[in-house]
């Protein structure tokens, strides 16, 4: 079985100020996807990163995924109040059983106070 | 239009009672999804179908059955519910093999049983 550890749980910071979240694994998954959910919708996709080492950015959010394809963090920058929600790594398995399979972290809800 | 629904969007039932979640997706992808988000936001897959097949059943308790009438729709039923069955239920789908292409959740249905 598969196991992505996510962390920090919470996070409560000031508008402005800079955050990482990490998603760790023994694991080697084939991608690492984040998503972010509000409450009372479903998650939406943030973005996939599919090679070791790759970095993608989205506006104010940096996403790495790890050399081994066994970690990922992400981070924000200047974080605004409109960022605040629950953000979920997910891997997916690479082969076997895993194959065709998301793995969930334990997720990060994220307040950002005005 | 919503991509990905589900009905009812919220279930309050007693101990013992039967009952069946709906989900539809207008985006004519192949892969459907049910999953598990606990009280904690831990997301866990249960079933996957692919055009009416079923891949993938993880370790859910045989109360729970899905089926798939077509391709589009994804139902769950949920026979002698218990406590431990409240969460919230999101259907979801893909185009292709998940990690790889994007995964569309639904609303989610919060089942409450008491």
């Known amino acids: 079985t598969q196991l992505l550890e996510q962390s920090p749980q919470f996070l409560s910071i000031q508008e402005g100020e800079n955050l990482t979240v990490y998603c760790n694994s023994s694991?080697?998954?084939?991608?690492l996807q984040w998503y972010r959910q509000e409450p009372g919708e479903g998650p939406v996709l943030l973005v996939t990163?599919?090679?070791?080492?790759e970095v993608k950015k989205l506006k104010r959010l940096t996403f790495q995924f790890g050399d081994a394809r066994k970690d990922s963090s992400l981070h924000i920058t200047a974080a605004q109040p409109g960022d605040t929600g629950l953000y979920l790594c997910a891997g997916a398995g690479a082969g076997g059983t895993s194959y065709g399979k998301l793995t969930f972290g334990q997720g990060t809800i994220l307040t950002v106070h005005p | 239009d919503t991509a990905v629904s589900q009905t009812p969007k919220y279930l309050v039932t007693q101990m013992g009672n039967d009952k069946s979640i709906k989900c539809e997706q207008n985006?004519?992808?192949?892969?459907m999804y049910w999953y598990k988000q606990d009280s904690k936001k831990f997301l866990k897959i249960m079933f996957s179908?692919?055009?009416?097949?079923?891949?993938i059943n993880e370790t859910v308790p045989n109360r729970f059955s899905p089926k798939s009438p077509d391709k589009a729709h994804l139902n769950l039923h949920i026979n002698s519910l218990e406590l431990g069955d409240s969460a919230v239920y999101f259907c979801a789908s893909s185009q292709g093999v998940v990690g790889l292409y994007e995964q569309y959740f639904g609303p989610g249905t919060r089942l409450t049983v008491t």
């Open positions: 990163v599919v090679t070791g080492g």
């Open positions: 985006l004519g992808h192949d892969t």
């Open positions: 694991s080697v998954f084939s991608s």
């Open positions: 179908y692919n055009n009416k097949e079923l891949i």
